[in-house]
């Protein structure tokens, strides 16, 4: 029997109301920096910067990945970063270094035109995210330029791995992303620190 009148817009309705179903909440993360207690006491004599760093283009956008054993990339839409991951590994290498290096000014890519440079880590990321069991990664290719665009630091490949509490803990594995970032950052702070002239030379 037909619908009346009446009845047609009744089931439009329900059909509706029953393809709105309540989603999961979107849970937000941030990255975090290497804690410092350092506080300049004078004027910085060389300047850092931090970039370009070629990223893979599944890291310009703000959801978790993470990658299962059969090779799958899982992007993960209710668990985000509060920032685009790529735009986030600038931010947190340039205040981790900032932490580590005295008497030094680090930026972050992109630079102004008024950027005068005296150092550049430049590279390439080919991994930043998750393994299925939790374990966090980042792979990385980079060496450090002079003004002149000599290499001071020859590029290297590095892999760095920090496991986080279980798979699925997502604060944990925040925590972990982070650390390799820290481990990374120390390693480039090392390397400038060896090829920086002393402030009293």
Same mark, same amino acid.
Do not use: C, N, S, T
């Given at each position: 029997m037909m619908p009346t009148r009446w009845q047609a817009p009744t089931v439009l309705l329900v059909l509706a109301?029953?393809?709105c179903g309540s989603s999961p909440p979107v849970s937000y993360y941030d990255l975090e920096a290497l804690e410092s207690d350092y506080v300049a006491v004078g004027e910085a004599y060389m300047t850092v910067g931090v970039g370009p760093l070629r990223t893979p283009d599944h890291l310009s956008r703000s959801q978790i990945v993470t990658r299962r054993s059969d090779a799958t990339v899982v992007v993960d839409d209710f668990h985000r970063w509060v920032e685009p991951v790529d735009d986030a590994i600038y931010r947190i290498v340039s205040e981790n270094l900032d932490s580590l290096i005295d008497d030094a000014v680090v930026v972050a890519f992109p630079y102004t035109h008024m950027a005068d440079l005296d150092y550049q880590l430049i590279g390439r990321v080919s991994r930043f995210d998750a393994d299925q069991d939790g374990t966090a990664v980042l792979q990385i290719q980079w060496g450090i330029i002079s003004s002149r665009d000599e290499f001071l630091v020859?590029? /290297?490949?590095?892999?760095?791995?920090? /496991?986080a509490a279980k798979a699925g803990d997502y604060p944990a594995l925040a925590r972990a992303m982070s650390e390799v970032l820290q481990q990374f950052s120390r390693d480039v702070a090392k390397s400038l620190q060896g090829v920086m002239p002393r402030a009293d030379d």
């Open positions: 109301l029953g393809g020859q590029p /290297k490949r590095a892999r760095y791995e920090v /496991k």
